[in-house]
């Protein structure tokens, strides 16, 4: 079996976003950028299937920028054997769903494991839109993965708990943070990866049009929350909460 | 326009967090409630008591029982050619099935919004809250999810709907339900809970968490919720996380245990009425957006508090 692992680069999770002074996006220039962590958890996730013996080559895919190239040598020095890189900047869930469409027409992986959402745009939409247009089954959230057969069973962090779905493959996995912990490249992975194969596409290549459906308009710093006061000890705390009513 | 919203119900009762869905959706027009279900019978009647909503359409099939996204998906892109926009609540379950419907009627979703500017603009939070768009879609037709916690919550009782059976294609065959493992909680859920107490990984381990956390939130009837650091930790199951990716919480008063106070933490409860610190390190980010701080170590400041409450 074949697992495609899409990756998207992202701000760096420890980089507090800038909006840019004049409202039309967030600031990206000079700023850290790695791997969406989802994806990361996706790469590992499918390395461990294939060294399990569950699946015998790991794709990985970005649809980005040039510089998404980056982001695939991260996913290659993990251990993904091969990457696809489709050039393109900043293509909504939707457009990035149908490339992977064809992709997947083309692959025909087993498996597609995702990020559940990308921090930057924090949709959690590609898994489900993907699963959508090749007719197969999802198992978004994912916190467990087992490959059953011609089934994998998926344990999904719900609201209230867990839930198993079993899924025929093959089928799409979104996942969750508690999934796996991802690892770290070694150097000399991090040297044999520069020499695995990577491919150069295009959406037209594909014959998908990624043009927007949504524009936008504006982009605003969130209404900031002020520090209030801090309180010396327990009995002024507690007084502070009888103000607000709060007892017990 | 005519809307079509999800309900999220556990077959007897309709879900908070539909009601904020309702209040939403009828920012855009005439609002229809979709129970889909197994034995949904008492869900639809609840949801036809729903102030606002002018019909509920039921699917009651065994196929859609556990609201599998690829029973569920078919049915109401089927339905969505009497509608022109589908509105879900940003739960697990709307958050399954919107994108799935969104690609079955080649719609761009627009996920977790914030606000109705007009009929095809929103404003959506997006970098974990760092940043708030307004986008405007070209679609003809619009799927939405809402953020509970941005909208007033519909009233659940003044309306009378009529309810109309409807049905769709039922099993896909693609997936079936295995199990479930859902917390039993006896506190308030944390997306209506009045007050929260939250802790973090400063509570050192799950019998620490609960012999320290449980107490205070016993004596105030409040829900708990938890850091990501504590639920990667295992101090308390996955449902307990509050921050981007887990609950997005607002209510009245947050108390923060031990939490730093990371981005991806106050993602998910900065919209928080008042929010109260315990933490002993007096530079922690949590203190930034407190409104009541308290410097100090929470194994003695917690017990003292649960007295003297």
Redesign the interface.
């Given at each position: 079996m074949k697992i495609l692992v899409p990756v998207k680069r992202v701000i760096d999770y420890n980089v507090k976003p800038r909006v840019k002074s004049d409202g039309t996006g967030v600031d990206l220039a000079n700023v850290k950028m790695s791997m969406n962590p989802f994806d990361e958890i996706a790469v590992e996730e499918a390395l461990r299937l294939k060294e399990k013996g569950a699946a015998a080559e790991v794709v990985a895919v970005s649809i980005g920028p040039d510089k998404a190239q980056e982001t695939l040598r991260t996913a290659l020095a993990m251990g993904a054997d091969r990457a696809i890189l489709v050039v393109a900047e900043d293509v909504e869930p939707l457009g990035v769903a149908k490339i992977l469409a064809k992709i997947v027409e083309e692959e025909a992986p087993g498996l597609v494991i995702l990020g559940k959402q990308a921090i930057d745009d924090d949709s959690n939409q590609t898994g489900q839109m993907l699963a959508a247009l090749t007719g197969r089954p999802q198992g978004t959230f994912a916190s467990k993965v087992e490959v059953k057969g011609d089934a994998v069973e998926v344990t999904r962090e719900v609201d209230g708990g867990l839930e198993t779905v079993s899924l025929k493959t093959p089928a799409i996995v979104t996942t969750d943070l508690r999934l796996n912990e991802p690892r770290y490249a070694s150097l000399p992975n991090i040297m044999k990866a520069k020499s695995k194969p990577l491919a150069q596409k295009t959406p037209a290549d594909y014959g998908v049009d990624v043009s927007p459906r949504l524009k936008t308009l504006k982009v605003t710093e969130p209404p900031v929350r002020s520090a209030g006061i801090k309180v010396a000890d327990v009995d002024a705390l507690v007084a502070k909460l009888k103000e607000l009513g709060v007892t017990a | 326009m005519s809307v079509l919203v999800w309900v999220e119900h556990d077959n007897a009762s309709v879900k908070d967090a539909t009601l904020a869905a309702v209040t939403a959706a009828g920012k855009l027009g005439e609002v229809h409630a979709l129970v889909a279900g197994s034995g949904c019978g008492a869900a639809a009647d609840a949801a036809a008591k729903i102030a606002g909503v002018g019909k509920v359409l039921v699917a009651d099939d065994a196929a859609y029982g556990?609201a599998?996204?690829?029973n569920v998906?078919p049915l109401v892109a089927g339905l969505m050619s009497n509608y022109d926009a589908f509105v879900a609540p940003a739960?697990?379950?709307g958050?399954?099935?919107?994108?799935?419907?969104?690609?079955?009627l080649?719609?761009?979703?627009?996920?977790?919004i914030l606000s109705v500017e007009s009929a095809d603009?929103f404003t959506r939070?997006?970098?974990?809250?760092?940043?708030?768009?307004?986008?405007?879609?070209?679609?003809a037709k619009k799927v939405i999810t809402v953020r509970g916690t941005a909208f007033a919550k519909a009233d659940a009782t003044g309306g009378s709907a009529s309810v109309e059976a409807v049905s769709g294609s039922g099993d896909?065959?693609?997936?079936?339900?295995?199990?479930?493992?859902?917390?039993k909680?006896e506190r308030p859920e944390l997306?209506s809970a009045k007050?929260i107490v939250s802790g973090g990984r400063a509570l050192k381990d799950a019998d620490t968490f609960a012999s320290t956390i449980l107490p205070l939130a016993d004596?105030?009837g409040a829900g708990v919720g938890a850091s990501?650091a504590a639920?990667?930790a295992g101090y308390v199951?996955?449902?307990y996380q509050v921050g981007?990716?887990g609950?997005i919480v607002a209510p009245?008063?947050y108390i923060a245990v031990g939490i730093s106070g990371a981005?991806?933490h106050l993602a998910g409860m900065?919209d928080s009425k008042?929010?109260?610190a315990i933490n002993k390190d007096?530079d922690a980010p949590i203190?930034?957006?407190?409104?009541?701080?308290?410097?100090?170590d929470l194994y003695t400041?917690v017990p003292?508090?649960v007295s003297?409450?």
């Open positions: - | 556990h599998l996204a690829e998906a739960t697990s379950n958050k399954n099935i919107a994108p799935r419907v969104a690609a079955l080649d719609v761009m979703q627009i996920s977790d603009t939070p997006i970098y974990a809250g760092n940043a708030i768009a307004t986008v405007q879609s070209s679609d896909a065959g693609l997936s079936s339900f295995v199990s479930a493992e859902i917390a909680q997306t007050i004596k105030l990501r639920v990667d199951p996955n449902d981007q990716t609950k009245e008063v981005i991806q900065k008042v929010i109260v007096e203190f930034q957006v407190a409104d009541i701080g308290l410097v100090g400041v003292e508090l003297k409450l």
